[in-house]
């Protein structure tokens, strides 16, 4: 029911279309260029989808869905051997409220295949750790570590539950559990099997292939992508406190219990039960691990959730007995569908925030009524609940609020907004305006640009420097000026192109497009003036993240 959006989901559809069209399935490409700052397995994954349902709006997505339903799969079997199968459902409805969870669930990005992987060797150690000796269960965790590096490198992470474990065992020798045995060396080879699924067959080819480039892409993502930015992050820097006011926020309605949950936590750790002191103390560890970095996203502490889910679901039955836990998701439930009821109205009435931000993101007016409806049909549909349920049964009020909330969201609100968010609008008017025997070439482009050209435009590089491409457009267009045009970003546009030609052909992602037809440009001119046009791509990278 939509095309793939930015800020990442296009880039990744175009490297496993072009794996799927070339049959080159090693190395990712972003139009004409190696794409070398994520691995290629989430890619991989794209792409098999696509070989096995046969369309790119159906594929694209599915990786993520089926690996939110392994991760709530994952969360409830842990949770029903830690405990029971009543905790075991609260833990998977207090993961699946939680709006993060939901939202990445729905987008395909890396980081939810990445959350069932970690899941799964969280699921690994804890069942080898406390529930064992299952010395299958850890190669397994192992294994899934290694595969969650090579999808997006922080894949290790679960491994880390060891330190709190080897802690806890320190102070309580005696407890079952695996003890000393040649058999932890499994370790090792299982997650290095993990990542040689990526590994293996890229130092095969770097043995065989001595081609520079192929080595600058390795030698990029394997420590520019990992160890440098980590340590030395180069955007998306923010201060130590960022990570608190995600978890305020994104992790809504589970956030608000949390001055309940962190004295009952507390309480729980200093008993000693490893439960609790494995779950939190890996979720403190991670915690730790992306605040040491300057660069964070509110994707990066994910991996989180569901062991915090596990280790506040035996709390929940008791928790929502209290009258205080009670009114304060019932103010939720109210607060959201209050937000959404002015929005909406708003949408359908043209006026205030919506309408603002309509034009902010040249978005049609006349699409915000039927996105306004839907907003004012969850907002009513909320207060229901709310007003049946009340307080007696608020947390089930939550839970189908939050079934509503992505029922709306995927039913109605992305669909509407697709063409804009997607820019398949504005590249539908660029096809329309330039007719069905002409080329188009890209430059300053963005990735949902040239995914939604058919059949795929002609770019010159898309982190090459702007001038450089304007040499090799000019070159191209030269052959054949009468019948090839150039897509441009505005602020990348040519002093060489006569403006009288050029065609501002509309506005998509806060970035505005125009045309060039091949007899509007100055070849001469281009050569001359090389390396004076302004920056393009680097200038609005971040526009789009």
């Not at 993961?95 to 980081?111: E, P, S, T, Y």
């Not at 040499?471 to 040519?494: C, G, H, I, N």
């Amino acid at each position: 029911m939509r095309s793939p959006q930015p800020p990442d989901e296009p880039r990744f559809v175009l490297a496993a279309r072009h794996m799927v069209e070339t049959g080159q399935w090693l190395l990712p490409h972003r139009g004409s260029e190696l794409y070398a700052e994520k691995p290629p397995t989430f890619m991989w994954i794209q792409a098999g989808t696509y070989k096995l349902l046969g369309s790119w709006n159906l594929s694209f997505l599915v990786p993520s869905l089926l690996a939110a339903l392994l991760t709530l799969w994952l969360t409830w079997d842990m949770s029903r051997r830690l405990w029971n199968r009543q905790v075991a459902r609260y833990a998977v409805l207090g993961l699946f409220v939680c709006i993060q969870f939901g939202l990445m669930a729905k987008r395909a990005q890396i980081d939810m295949v990445l959350l069932g992987m970690t899941t799964l060797a969280l699921w690994g150690l804890m069942r080898h750790l406390l529930l064992g000796p299952n010395w299958g269960a850890l190669a397994l965790a192992a294994f899934a570590a290694g595969v969650g590096t090579v999808t997006k490198g922080v894949g290790f992470l679960p491994l880390l539950i060891l330190l709190p474990w080897l802690a806890w065992r320190w102070r309580h020798p005696q407890a079952p559990g695996p003890g000393r045995s040649w058999a932890w060396w499994l370790l090792l080879p299982a997650f290095l099997a993990g990542t040689a699924v990526w590994l293996g067959p890229l130092a095969i080819a770097l043995l065989k292939n001595p081609d520079p480039g192929l080595q600058a892409y390795a030698h990029e993502l394997l420590f520019k992508q990992t160890g440098t930015r980590y340590a030395n992050a180069w955007h998306h820097t923010q201060p130590a406190w960022y990570y608190l006011q995600v978890m305020i926020t994104l992790w809504l309605p589970g956030s608000l219990l949390l001055p309940w949950l962190l004295p009952a936590w507390w309480r729980r750790c200093r008993r000693a039960d490893p439960r609790y002191v494995l779950l939190l103390g890996w979720a403190l560890l991670v915690l730790l691990f992306f605040t040491a970095s300057p660069g964070k996203r509110e994707v990066y502490i994910l991996p989180m959730l569901p062991a915090l889910a596990v280790a506040a679901a035996p709390l929940l039955p008791g928790l929502l007995r209290r009258a205080g836990v009670r009114w304060v998701l019932l103010l939720y439930v109210l607060v959201l569908a209050v937000a959404t009821l002015v929005v909406g109205y708003g949408a359908v009435h043209g006026d205030g925030w919506a309408q603002r931000n309509a034009v902010k993101r040249a978005i049609d007016l006349w699409v915000l009524p039927r996105v306004g409806w839907w907003l004012v049909g969850f907002g009513a549909a909320t207060l229901v609940l709310a007003v049946v349920l009340r307080l007696r049964r608020v947390g089930l009020a939550v839970v189908l609020t939050t079934v509503l909330l992505w029922t709306m969201y995927g039913l109605g609100a992305m669909p509407a907004l697709d063409p804009y968010s997607s820019a398949s609008l504005v590249m539908d008017k660029a096809r329309d305006r330039i007719g069905p025997d002409a080329e188009l070439g890209m430059v300053a482009w963005r990735e949902q640009n040239l995914l939604q050209t058919d059949p795929q435009a002609t770019d010159f590089g898309f982190k090459r420097p702007v001038g450089e491409q304007w040499e090799a457009a000019a070159r191209w267009v030269a052959e054949a000026p009468t019948r090839r045009w150039l897509f441009v970003l505005d602020a990348a546009m040519s002093p060489c192109a006569d403006k009288a030609q050029v065609i501002d052909i509309g506005s998509a992602n806060r970035n505005n497009w125009q045309l060039v037809p091949g007899t509007a440009l100055d070849a001469a001119c281009i050569a001359r003036t090389h390396g004076v046009v302004p920056s393009g791509n680097a200038a609005v990278e971040d526009n789009n993240d």
